[in-house]
């Protein structure tokens, strides 16, 4: 049972356009979400979170919006740059310090 | 944001050896490490829990008795592969979580385990 979903493998957006990485969940116990980034071979780097309690949280270039009624939440990047290029996990989790659950990520590519 | 170090980055060992991952969070006190596994193309798979002083807590279908966790202070977890076989081939990597806000887990770069 996947609980959480990011149904799109891969995305490729013009540099300087929005990026917009999509992600389902499942579980309605989930109480806060975040956003990591990936580079093959390292360790995932956290970018941004939002509490189920919102519905978007804003920091630099990157925006996430959560809309608890469809489990759906979503990550902006705008302006895309080249580095942003990789791959970006979403990931939920219960109240408390309790594990992350992660989707199987999206592969975002920037192109100059 | 936090720091998590993993030593070391890369190990290649023999089949039928040991052989040990260390994490430790730098510049906050971890009360809470985990442990993931990632294959090729998949996503991060949750092997175990550790909370600092107790037994680490360990997914479905992994074996605590292959995968020895100890959490012996707020700063460092690690990791044992006992016996190593081929199929353990892997990248692991942890993450540590404390009372920084919200719980956000600091993840390390990982480990990339080969055995031969």
């Known amino acids: 049972d996947q609980q959480v979903k990011q149904n799109s493998p891969s995305l490729s957006v013009q540099e300087g356009r929005i990026s917009i990485l999509n992600c389902d969940y499942t579980n309605s116990m989930f109480d806060y979400f975040l956003w990591y980034k990936k580079y093959p071979a390292e360790g995932p780097t956290f970018l941004i979170s939002i509490s189920s309690i919102k519905d978007k949280n804003e920091d630099g270039r990157f925006t996430v919006f959560l809309n608890k009624s469809a489990k759906h939440l979503s990550l902006h990047i705008v302006p895309s740059q080249p580095g942003d290029s990789a791959v970006y996990f979403c990931?939920?989790?219960?109240?408390?310090?309790?594990?992350?659950?992660f989707g199987k990520g999206t592969r975002l590519s920037v192109i100059a | 944001g936090a720091v998590v170090s993993q030593h070391p980055s890369r190990v290649i060992c023999k089949s039928g050896t040991s052989v040990k991952i260390e994490c430790r969070s730098l510049?906050?006190?971890?009360?809470?490490m985990f442990w993931y596994r990632q294959f090729p193309k998949k996503s991060l798979m949750l092997m175990a829990t550790?909370?600092?002083?107790?037994?680490?807590?360990?997914e479905q279908g992994v074996e605590k008795d292959k995968f020895l966790i100890n959490h012996a202070s707020l700063t460092l977890s690690t990791l044992t592969v006992t016996s190593a076989h081929p199929e353990d081939s892997s990248f692991y990597i942890c993450?540590?979580?404390?009372?920084?806000?919200?719980?956000?887990?600091?993840f390390g770069p990982g480990t990339r385990l080969t055995v031969t």
């Open positions: 993450s540590a979580s404390g009372q920084v806000p919200s719980y956000e887990q600091y």
């Open positions: 550790s909370n600092e002083g107790s037994k680490a807590t360990y």
């Open positions: 990931a939920g989790r219960g109240s408390g310090n309790t594990p992350l659950v």
């Open positions: 510049d906050f006190q971890a009360t809470t």
